[in-house]
RNA sequence: GGGCCUGUAGCUCCAAUGGCAGAGCAGCGGACUUUUAAUCCGAAGCGUGUGGGUUCGAGUCCCACCGGGCCCA
């Protein structure tokens, strides 16, 4: 801002929502006043978080005056009137603390006015550090000031924001009035600055890729289009950020690692919003057996930063998350389940009448190895508790992934699944320009035999392997699911601070 | 896309069979100098997501629409 704007008119007339309801009438008069006396302070300094007296102060004895003064500023979130004493609770983000609101400490006018705050102002306070005689650290002001005026009620000061939609909608109320969704939110950030510092620790470099795309390439998904109206071109949101991680490889760049918004233009539910945050890596010289380590490793570092430890709960069951993880292929898994000795020779329409009496409806095109994997699907994922690498994906439903060195059909692919649901996808990166050229056409072919979730053809990638991308480890984390896991959620909107959400009709009360 | 459920005061929730729409918290007025969801006294506040329909009478039954949830594809 350069310039000076005109300063918006504060609503004067009755059609203001907030004029017309006797909820909000009495704040919009106090903030109005508070306007007319000049307005609200631009900044304020504090000396002290809630968390920072609690820490400062662990000994004081109930009754005590430490003899230092602070000063604090948070949301005002209740307040306890007892004749010429205030008891408040003032929330700033580390924390609450008490504010010990004496009329004689105050004087008679501060105190009124302090009476005229609402739940959910914004306040800065100063005073002496104390210990009240039931024992609770509280600061007995001396001085306040009104930061912000809150010109709406909060929620239920003890049921807080129950209705889920409300929560997501307007989250902003989640975290002022439920603790949970702050820990949630910022258990999430410190999961991803641990994802991070794990990379970069291990030489990775972190780049980004474009979200903005003329095809939308390396993963089987549904893309969300736009237009280049400059370009006149059609465009596509990203559904992986793998081919353009592997150029940059190839590019040299041998250790990389994006964490990134990916689209998926597809259904909501417990475990999917169409925007949601991956974590890919790739690392040059390594394989998919050094990727698992290096999952074990970075799951385990995450958990211990969300929860303390490697031992967490999750839906009221224990996992151990400390690896090494158990590791088993596709087909034994799969094998186990159906109780029959497949394999990916056996014969397709063997496999299509064994899914069929499994409840699976087999497309026309799939083969052996997607038929394999839809059993594995529907029969074993969910029973797939403690940690454990599910290895060697059939080559049919691993486009990417790099033939196995000793066994036919299968790739050095492997997926971690926790708690029954996938957490990470990796594989050996296929290298081979010729072989990927194949696989693409295979994929082709799929699509044009109706299968709707195939690859499309990237001409300009097969030209990147062309000119050499090394022996490389990849990996894909989906760190939204991770969240879920290591706070203990069960639906993805928990962990989305602004989940996808339909459009509301305009909601002017 | 299909099925089931759901929307009541700012928030959290009650309201047999259709029969005068309620409580707690918040808010408002009052008492109280050590409270912790403070307590006590008092007076208020919603016509039930929206629009139709059935009925003497609809929060409750029916239809459509707008949101939300769960399950399935």
């Known amino acids: 801002m350069t310039e000076d704007a005109p ?46 007296l609690i820490e400062r ?19 005002l979130m209740n307040t306890r009137e007892m004749g010429k004493l205030i008891f408040a609770v003032v929330s700033d983000l580390s924390g ?58 909060l929620p239920d000061k003890w049921h807080g924001l129950k209705d889920v939609e409300q929560r997501s909608r307007r989250r902003y109320l989640d975290l002022l009035a439920n603790e949970d969704a702050r820990t949630v939110a910022l258990t999430r950030a410190k999961i991803v600055s641990e994802l991070r510092r794990q ?83 790739y690392e040059a010289f390594a394989d998919f057996n050094d990727i698992m380590t290096l999952v ?65 409806e087999p497309e026309d095109h799939w083969g052996s190895g997607k038929l394999i994997d839809a059993l594995f699907d529907a029969l074993v994922e969910e029973t797939l508790w403690e940690p454990i690498f599910v290895t060697e994906h059939p080559i049919e439903t691993s486009p990417l992934a790099r033939r196995h060195r000793d066994k036919p059909h ?3 692919r492997f997926e971690l699944f926790i708690a029954g649901a996938e957490y990470a996808n990796a594989f050996s990166e296929l290298n081979d320009p010729f072989d990927q050229q194949a696989r693409f056409e295979d994929q082709a072919a799929a699509s044009a035999a109706g299968d709707e979730e195939a690859h499309p053809i990237d001409e300009d990638y097969i030209r990147a392997l062309e000119y050499g991308l090394p022996p490389t480890g990849g990996l894909g984390i989906g760190v939204d699911r991770l969240v879920m896991l290591l706070t203990d959620k069960h639906h993805i ?5 602004f989940p996808t959400m339909r459009r509301q009709k305009r909601d002017d009360s």
């Open 296 to 360: 074990e490793e970075v799951v385990v570092a995450c958990a211990v930063v969300a929860t303390g430890g490697s031992e967490i709960t999750y839906d009221g069951r224990g996992v151990n998350l400390a690896g090494p993880y158990k590791r088993a292929t596709m087909l034994e898994l799969t094998r186990g389940a159906v109780g029959e000795d497949v394999d990916y020779d056996t014969p397709v329409h063997e496999l299509r009448a064994l899914v069929l009496r499994h409840g699976i």
């Open 410 to 412: 299968v790739t050095e």
């Open 7 to 52: 300063r918006p008119e504060t609503p004067e007339d009755d059609s203001s929502p907030l004029e017309s309801s006797p909820l909000t009438r009495d704040r919009l008069a106090k903030y109005r006043r508070v306007m007319d006396a000049g307005g609200f302070p631009y900044s304020f300094r504090r000396t002290d978080t809630a968390s920072d």
């Open 199 to 281: 990379f970069e620790d291990r030489g990775y470099v972190e780049v980004e890729t474009p979200v903005l795309l003329a095809q939308a390439t390396g993963a089987t998904a549904k893309p969300f289009e736009t237009r280049h109206s400059a370009l006149d071109m059609d465009m596509y949101l990203r559904i992986a950020t793998e081919l353009y991680l592997k150029r940059l490889v190839v590019g040299g760049i041998e250790r990389v690692f994006e964490i990134g918004r990916i689209f998926r233009n597809e259904g909501i539910d417990a475990t999917h919003n169409p925007e949601f945050t991956m974590l890919e890596s």
């Open 96 to 153: 609450k603390i008490q504010l010990f609101v004496d009329k004689r400490t105050l004087g008679d006018e501060a105190f009124d006015a302090f009476r005229d705050l609402d739940a959910g102002d914004w306040i800065g306070a100063t005073g002496e550090v104390i210990v009240t005689k039931r024992g609770e650290l509280s600061v007995r002001i001396s001085a306040f000031e009104l930061l912000q005026k809150s010109l709406r009620p």
């Open 493 to 497: 909107r928990e962990v989305i601070l």
């Open 57 to 75: 102060f662990p000994d004081l004895e109930p009754g005590a005056s430490s003899g230092e003064t602070v000063t604090v500023a948070g949301r």
